[in-house]
Every structure is written in structure tokens, then in C-alpha cells.
């Protein structure tokens, strides 16, 4: 166990809604990376969160947004959902720059 | 051009053997480098990480680094039937405010037979 909580588990949306994805950080870390995984793929980067702020992003459209709250914990936003966007959707506690722990993911259907 | 590279298996090895997983990168400016197991339907797990030349042990698990040759591996000895899984490679390519931006292989899958 890493210490860092995912909610849902699992997710089935319909093509064109909103989800909001929840991950909570190990104690201690104080900056949370999400991650898109699909079928078959490693994880893409989405964007990582120091500090409440956003502190990279990969090459993901504006639709993918985020939060961090003053506990470190951190949200994902996907507007607008697309069927590519089902995926698995990894949260990463870390120290700035140490080494990241995943949570157990968060399985998204868009139908 | 894939920034990572790994070969997608599946590696086959006899219990007892020794596993060898490798992953090149192209960014020569990569500062560290991370090796994940990740069971079918699970989330990767850390196994071991590597930020300089030469080899690291940790346990059966061997990390080895060439970053002339942008090149990476993870050794696993005396391979058992529980090492069978996806071996992600990720490589440390850093953001802006200093941050880790991991990119990764599409995985290895090790399978250790009876």
C-alpha cells in the first residue's frame, strides 16, 4: 500500500458529460501528478500540482483540469468527455522531485 | 520517435532464472530513472530507481544505467512465478517549477514459468 487514495474506483460516463476524479497523497508529499493510461500503453503525463499550482502540463487539451487543496490533496477535471477518454487515470504522490507512488487508479468508460 | 523504448515481450524465463528488461530513452538530458511492476488491472508499483551511472541493487532487483548509451535496465534474479507482470520504464524528463514529468515505456511483460 502507497498511502495514496483514489475515488471511484471505477466510472462509466456518458460521451459529452463532466467527471471530477479525487486523489488523496501520501503523508508528507507535497505535490500530486495525474496520469492517463490506456489499454495496452504506458501512462501519459497530464499535468502535476505543487503548492496549489499548476506545475507542468503534457500535451493534453484545456478540457483536462485540475485543483490542489491546502492538504495536498488534488482533483481531476475532464470536461466535455470524448470516448478516447476512457482510460485508467493515475494519481502520483511525490516530493517535488522524489520518487512518485501511484494510487490504485481510478477506471473511466466513456459509452 | 517514442521517447522511451521497451521491448512489449512477452519476455518467457523459467522459474529460478534470471529476468532481463531493457528500455533506451532519446532525451540526454534525463536525470533519473524508474523502474514500475504493474499486475493486469493495477496500478504500478515502484520497484526500484536509478539517478547514476553504474549498477544498484536492491533485493533480486538489479538496476543498471549507461546514460552515454541512453540506456536502462532492471535485472531480476531467481525469477519467480509472483515476478510475472508489466515492467514500466520511466524516465525523469522534469517541468518547469522542478517537478517530476515521468515519461514511460509501453512495458515489458515478464512472464516466469513453472
Known amino acids: 500500500e502507497t498511502g495514496v487514495t483514489q475515488s471511484p474506483t471505477h466510472l462509466i460516463k456518458t460521451r459529452g458529460q463532466q467527471v471530477t476524479l479525487r486523489c488523496s497523497s501520501q503523508s508528507g508529499h507535497n505535490t500530486v501528478s495525474w496520469y492517463q493510461q490506456a489499454l495496452g500503453q504506458g501512462p501519459q503525463f497530464i499535468f502535476q500540482?505543487?503548492?496549489?499550482?499548476?506545475?507542468g502540463r503534457g500535451n493534453f487539451p484545456p478540457r483536462f483540469s485540475g485543483l490542489q487543496f491546502p492538504n495536498y490533496s488534488s482533483e481531476l477535471n475532464v470536461n466535455a468527455l470524448e470516448l478516447d477518454d476512457s482510460a485508467l487515470y493515475l494519481c502520483?504522490?511525490?516530493?517535488?522531485?522524489?520518487?512518485?507512488?501511484f494510487g490504485q487508479g481510478t477506471r473511466l468508460t466513456v459509452v | 520517435q517514442k521517447e522511451v523504448e521497451q521491448n512489449s515481450g512477452p519476455l518467457s524465463v523459467p522459474e529460478g532464472a534470471i529476468a532481463s528488461l531493457n528500455c533506451t530513452y532519446s532525451d540526454r538530458g534525463s536525470q533519473s530513472f524508474f523502474w514500475y511492476r504493474q499486475y493486469s488491472g493495477k496500478s504500478p508499483e515502484l520497484i526500484m530507481f536509478?539517478?547514476?551511472?553504474g549498477d544498484k541493487e536492491d533485493g533480486r532487483f538489479t538496476a543498471q544505467l549507461n546514460k552515454a548509451s541512453q540506456y536502462v535496465s532492471l535485472l531480476i534474479r531467481d525469477s519467480q512465478p509472483s515476478d510475472s507482470a508489466t515492467y514500466l520504464c520511466?524516465?525523469?524528463?522534469?517541468?518547469?517549477?522542478?517537478?517530476?514529468?515521468?515519461?514511460f515505456g509501453t512495458g515489458t511483460q515478464l512472464k516466469v514459468e513453472l
Open positions: 500540482y505543487y503548492r496549489e499550482e499548476e506545475n
Open positions: 520511466a524516465v525523469n524528463n522534469g517541468v518547469t517549477g522542478g517537478g517530476n514529468k515521468l515519461t
Open positions: 536509478i539517478y547514476s551511472n
Open positions: 502520483a504522490s511525490s516530493l517535488v522531485a522524489g520518487e512518485a507512488f
